[in-house]
């Protein structure tokens, strides 16, 4: 089961790191999920690329009515005043890697998009309660968590997640 986990997540991330990988990169904007899909040999891959769009500036236009599932979104989707980066997608990756480990929802203590927002732009606080890492290898929790940053030029990226992934042998302390 940790070995299938393990691959999983290190398909989500080669998934995300190719995207970021173009030239110019892409952001996905609506990873979740819902939109990784595995196929008969249980290979994750990602699909829906419907708001999927080119960062061809140092960031990514806004949209009238930003897409994406607020259970994945990240502060920055929230605040209309903040820049757009792939870094979004990172959030994104961050919320998918807990989810596939724990098979915990991101904000599940929340019932709709408002409760979000607040818990996110108000109380500052990551998609999963304390607690979600038990069992975790901390090289796993310290990674996962870095995803979460408020800021996001701290957040790591898919590059660099995929290849802490890669070099994991167990994903359990």
Not at 105 to 131: I, S, W, Y
Not at 147 to 152: E, G, K
Request: with cysteine.
């Amino acid at each position: 089961m940790q070995a299938q986990k393990r691959k999983l997540v290190l398909h989500m991330a080669e998934g995300v790191a190719f995207l970021h990988g173009q030239r110019p990169p892409f952001v996905h904007r609506d990873l979740k999920s819902a939109n990784v899909v595995l196929d008969q040999d249980l290979n994750a891959k990602l699909c829906d690329f419907g708001i999927t769009e080119p960062m061809e500036r140092t960031h990514i236009s806004r949209r009238a009515a930003e897409a994406g599932s607020p259970r994945y979104m990240a502060p920055e989707l929230f605040d209309g005043r903040s820049k757009l980066t792939e870094k979004l997608d990172i959030w994104a990756l961050g919320c998918l890697v807990v989810e596939a480990l724990t098979s915990r929802n991101p904000h599940e203590e929340c019932t709709n998009v408002q409760q979000v927002a607040t818990k996110l732009l108000v109380r500052m606080e990551p998609p999963f309660q304390d607690g979600w890492a038990l069992g975790l290898n901390t090289e796993v929790t310290h990674l996962t968590r870095s995803c979460f940053t408020w800021d996001t030029s701290c957040r790591p990226s898919a590059a660099a997640i995929l290849e802490v992934f890669s070099n994991i042998e167990s994903l359990a302390a």
